[in-house]
């Protein structure tokens, strides 16, 4: 059962410590999206990878975020240091090439307190 | 303004009626569609895609695009409380950044 895989599922943490969540795209999909969502803004994309490079990541904050694919079966979204504002769903998502539905994970729920 | 605009809801119907959802976009350069579900607190799941003019029946599901219009509608036949849900519309521009992007969605609740 091909699926996106993303840990942790949740995740609660206290302000200004570092969160990482990771990502098994569906093997052989060579595009990952970092989405967060939220009640008030919907899904934004954070970060966009094609074939591990990254394409796209201006709806991301530079200055607490980072996004990387270390090989083709890991992505991952780093935060630090985090914030209570950070507090959202965050959803990862694979595709096979540039004309492609995207499929998701089952999200990583954090809580910044 | 959001380039992928949806009614926020709630959009009740009686079970067995036909639920519509709209979508409208503000880019022409769109060219995919697509139709994602969302139950309370789990991921998007894709139940559409469509590419062109006219309309792409999926078993009770239907998807109407209209590019002169700008808008791309669902339709639910026969709707279920099963169907109840969040609706999500996603838009992709071919010829750049090809990333899909997403409405708000339409909360759908759908009464016995």
């Known amino acids: 059962d091909a699926r996106v895989t993303q840990t942790p599922r949740h995740k609660v943490t206290e302000m200004g410590q570092e969160v990482t969540m990771r990502c098994q795209p569906i093997l052989g999909h060579n595009t990952v999206f970092w989405y967060r969502q939220t009640m008030m803004q919907g899904l934004e994309l954070l970060a966009y990878?094609?074939?591990?490079?990254?394409?796209?990541d201006s709806g991301m904050p530079k200055d607490r975020f980072s996004a990387e694919m270390p090989d083709a079966t890991l992505a991952t979204l780093k935060i630090q240091p985090s914030e209570p504002r950070d507090s959202a769903v965050y959803f990862c998502?694979?595709?096979?090439?540039?004309?492609?539905?995207?499929?998701f994970g089952q999200g990583t729920r954090l809580t910044v307190v | 303004q959001k380039e992928v605009e949806q009614n926020s809801g709630p959009l009740s119907v009686p079970e067995g009626a036909i639920a519509s959802l709209n979508c409208t976009y503000s880019?022409?350069?769109?060219?995919?569609f697509f139709w994602y579900r969302q139950y309370s607190g789990k991921s998007p799941e894709l139940i559409m895609f469509i590419y062109s003019n006219g309309d792409k029946e999926d078993g009770r599901f239907t998807a109407q695009l209209n590019k002169a219009s700008q808008y791309v509608s669902l339709l639910i036949r026969d709707s279920q409380p099963s169907d109840s849900a969040t609706y999500l519309c996603a838009v992709r521009v071919e010829g750049g950044s090809y990333i899909p992007t997403f409405g708000r969605g339409t909360s759908l609740i759908v009464h016995p």
């Open positions: 990878f094609r074939n591990r490079a990254p394409l796209d």
């Open positions: 880019d022409r350069g769109s060219q995919s």
């Open positions: 998502a694979s595709g096979l090439g540039r004309d492609t539905e995207a499929f």
